[in-house]
């Protein structure tokens, strides 16, 4: 995997959440409604989607797949939006991260994400931040393709 590291900027998004946790599959209908929506948002900036993830603090001290997390369905906006049908307004701080470029089908990237929290990181000079982590979605992005492609961004800060 190709990783980059970027300070990004803060990205004001604007999407629908939900609670969930890895061994839950409702992560389609989440993106499914937002979808049915997303020609009714406002100052959209058009080109990119995110998939945003807001992890409790302790959430990486031990695997658990039960563990519940914010997962975000979102689009970048240019100012705040008023609230439609349960959509809401998101700030990604701006911060430091570790950005992977990943390719294949979607429902594969399990393996990605292990190697990053499992071998890349451990390996770098880098501890993960408590920080939204999130995924950009761009023209290139094809559900349920094996020649997709989007960026995942973890959250990152210099080890001490």
């Not at 948002?41 to 519940?68: A, M, R, T």
């Amino acid at each position: 995997m190709e990783v980059t590291i970027e300070l990004v900027k803060a990205n004001l998004l604007f999407g629908i959440k939900t609670n969930t946790a890895l061994h839950t599959a409702n992560t389609g209908v989440l993106w499914r409604t937002f979808m049915q929506n997303k020609q009714n948002i406002e100052n959209q900036i058009q080109g990119n989607l995110y998939s945003v993830e807001v992890y409790p603090v302790d959430y990486f001290n031990s695997f658990d797949p039960n563990k519940i997390f914010e997962k975000w369905a979102a689009a970048e906006v240019s100012k705040h939006t008023q609230i439609l049908n349960g959509f809401e307004n998101f700030v990604i701080p701006e911060g430091l991260y570790a950005k992977f470029l990943y390719r294949g089908h979607p429902q594969m990237a399990q393996e990605s994400f292990a190697y990053i929290f499992n071998t890349w990181l451990p390996n770098s000079i880098y501890v993960l931040d408590y920080r939204p982590h999130f995924e950009v979605m761009d023209h290139r992005y094809k559900n349920n393709d094996t020649n997709s492609e989007e960026h995942f961004y973890i959250p990152i800060k210099p080890r001490t």
